[in-house]
């Protein structure tokens, strides 16, 4: 198997070289050069460890199974995993709900930024490298921990967090500025989530020297397999509950800001997983819902700063994949040209399997107090999912299972939530907020917030746009 990229400008990789190198030179994003032969749907039965190792032997063509066993055993255990089913379904409320926040960030970033670097570590010894593998990370907030957890003390590799500073949760950011790890370092950036990415895409074209790049965020290849493995999961566990019969269809849908955790989907749909519906959740930043529901992406629009900040993306990396293999590099390639100098372009043609929805601040609040009400917190960005998937249903009439992709904690996000609970609570801030919460989900503070309370702030730098690359290189070279 190997990788190309979505614009036709580079040449093409083996996986670990994809893995390494994150972007490719032309700025396009690796994608697989044609998908594997369908699974058989027994797959989904197997435990999540073993689920992973048959998705993964399928994309790592240069990976041996001994080194894929290792990279699974080593992400998905007990350290990094309250459970070993790694993301449990639940049912409430007639909904069906994928926990993917059971790992050390609270956040479904976890499921693959705990294997990432394994796989870079595994990707640094198959290519030789002996230079230190810098990672650099834009996060909207959540990718941004998942990976210093991921990265911190890996040997050979330092890891550089770049956050918009008034664009995250108050929970989020300390998350984030009390991470230990000398080979880590995190900075707050004077501009929007979409700056920053831009910030950090513009380094990786050119590099300061010495070192050697790459990327944590969803544009890796790297981060986008390991998502493949719980649309598998979810369906397995379905069929394990008595809810399906192994063949039957069934629909996902996704809270979506740079389109990587749907995109999964869909590469998992192409793997013979029988999905009807991909339902594309947006918040009040509806650029997916406008691009699907009249084939204009533009991105030239207000950006609003939401209840679910994971979300707030007026430009989704990951959609040039499905552009490409909707449309090929030519026409990839021609679009993102056009995204870059007018921030916007136009492809009309069909996405099969995708619809779309969007869902106002007031009724994602409202998401989040019908669930309490129905005995079940969810986090901002589960409700927007859950608010798009009512309207969906109700506008189609649509029958089959349908599996809502639960993000987060409600924990990383208690000032909205406890104010979508209970309106009449006062502004609280995030740490007491977090024990007003169990109290009222009658559960107790997840240890990963507790500690948020006694550790020390160990990061606490901000620079402009103009000031990352500066950031970038005075951290690096000090670390010689
Ligand atoms: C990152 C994130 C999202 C958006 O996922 P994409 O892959 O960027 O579409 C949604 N919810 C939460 C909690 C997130 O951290």
Known sequence: ???QSTRGGASKLSASEAILKGIADDGGLYVPETFPEALDLNVCLLDYKQKAAEIFKLYLGDYTEEEIKECVEAAYGSESFDT????????????????????????FKDVALSILPHFMRFAAKK???????????ATSGDTGKAALEGFADCPGT???????????????????????????HVVGVLGNFDDTQAGVKKIFLDPPEGFRFSSANSINIGRLLPQIVY????YGQLAQKGAIALGDEISFTVPTGNFGNILAG???????????????ASNENKVLYDFFTTGEYDKNRKFVLTASPSMDILVSSNLERLL??????????ARMKSLSQSGRYFAPENYPGFAAKHATEEECAQGMKEMFEAGYVIDPHTAVAYECFKKHREETGATEPNVIISTASPFKFTESVCRAIDPSLPEIPALEGALVLAGLAKSSVPRQIEELGWKPKRHGAVCSKEGMRQEIESFLVGLR
Request: hydrophobic share 40%; charged share 15%; proline share 4%.
């Open 84 to 107: 070993p089913v790694v993301a449990p379904l639940e049912q409430r409320n007639g909904c069906w709900f994928l926990e993917l926040f059971h790992g050390k960030t609270l956040a």
């Open 158 to 184: 330092a890891i550089v967090v770049f956050f918009p500073e008034n664009g995250v949760s108050s929970v989020q950011k300390l998350q984030m500025q009390t991470q230990e790890g000398d080979n880590t």
């Open 266 to 280: 869909y590469y998992a749909k192409r793997m013979g997983l029988p999905i009807k519906t991909l339902l594309c």
């Open 324 to 333: 490409y293999h909707a449309s090929g590099a030519e026409e990839t390639s």
């Open 1 to 3: 198997m190997r990788y």
């Open 127 to 137: 290519n030789k490298l002996d230079q230190t593998l810098a990672i650099l990370v």
């Open 231 to 234: 649309y598998f999961h979810a």
